[in-house]
C-alpha cells in the first residue's frame, strides 16, 4: 500500500533559522507530489505541488521542494523562517493513474521562537 | 469564485447517534473527496464522489456512506457513532479529467462524539 513517511513530528526553529523538511513515500509509479499547511485555527492550504518537469518547486511564502525520484523523496525548504511559518505542514501524495484519493503523512509540527 | 464550503463548523453528538456534514464544491469543479482527520493525524481519505456515485474508497467501514447531488454538493453520512468517530472532517473538491488531482479543501466540520 502506499504511504508518506514524515520524518520530524516537531520542529523547533528561531527566527532566521534555515528549515528542512523530510517526506519520502512508497509508491513505484508516477505520483503527484503535494505540501499543504495548516495554520493555527485556519483549514488545509496547498503550500506548493509537484505534477512533472523542474524537479525544483517554488511555492507560496518563499517555501520550495525538490523531488529526487531515485531517493522517494520531497523535502520541503526554506531559507529564513518566520514566525508566521508556525504551522503543520502535511506532505502528501497521490497516484497519477487514479484521480481519487491523495494519502498524507502524518503531519510535522513547526513551530518558531520569535 | 467561491471557494468550498462546510456546514456546520462544529457539531457534538453521543454514541450511537447519525450524523450528516455538508459540503458544496468550488465552482467548476465536479468531483468532491471526503478525509477524516483525528488529532495530531493527517487526513485519512474516507471515499470520493463524481457523477453522484462513489468512486474509490478509504479503509471505512459501511456506516461511512455519503451522497453527491447534481450541483456537485455533498454529504457524508456517519452511523452509529463511536468515540473515536470524533475528528475534524474534511471536504475537498477537484475536477474530474485532470490528471493532476489538485484537491482544493475547506475549512472543516470538527465532530465531537461523547
Known amino acids: 500500500a502506499q504511504s508518506v513517511s514524515q520524518h520530524n513530528h516537531h520542529v523547533i526553529l528561531s527566527e532566521a533559522a534555515s528549515l528542512e523538511l523530510g517526506c519520502n513515500y512508497s509508491?513505484?509509479?508516477?505520483?503527484?507530489l503535494f505540501w499543504y499547511v495548516q495554520y493555527p485555527g485556519q483549514h488545509l492550504q496547498l503550500l506548493l505541488k509537484?505534477?512533472?518537469?523542474?524537479?525544483l518547486v517554488k511555492g507560496i511564502k518563499g517555501f520550495e521542494a525538490e523531488f529526487i525520484k531515485s531517493k522517494f523523496s520531497f523535502n520541503l525548504r526554506k531559507p529564513s523562517v518566520q514566525w508566521s511559518d508556525t504551522a503543520e505542514y502535511f506532505c502528501a501524495v497521490s497516484i497519477r493513474s487514479s484521480a481519487s484519493k491523495i494519502i498524507f503523512g502524518s503531519g510535522t509540527r513547526l513551530s518558531i521562537r520569535p | 469564485e467561491t471557494g468550498v464550503t462546510q456546514s456546520p463548523t462544529h457539531l457534538i453528538k453521543t454514541r450511537g447517534q447519525q450524523v450528516t456534514l455538508r459540503c458544496s464544491s468550488q465552482s467548476g469543479h465536479n468531483t468532491v473527496s471526503w478525509y477524516q482527520q483525528a488529532l495530531g493525524q493527517g487526513p485519512q481519505f474516507i471515499f470520493q464522489?463524481?457523477?453522484?456515485?462513489?468512486?474509490g474508497r478509504g479503509n471505512f467501514p459501511p456506516r461511512f456512506s455519503g451522497l453527491q447531488f447534481p450541483n456537485y454538493s455533498s454529504e457524508l453520512n456517519v452511523n452509529a457513532l463511536e468515540l473515536d468517530d470524533s475528528a475534524l472532517y474534511l471536504c475537498a473538491s477537484s475536477f474530474q479529467g485532470s490528471s493532476y488531482n489538485e484537491q482544493f479543501f475547506g475549512p472543516g466540520t470538527r465532530l465531537t462524539v461523547l
Open positions: 509508491y513505484g509509479g508516477t505520483v503527484n
Open positions: 509537484y505534477f512533472s518537469g523542474d524537479p
Open positions: 464522489y463524481y457523477r453522484e456515485e462513489e468512486n
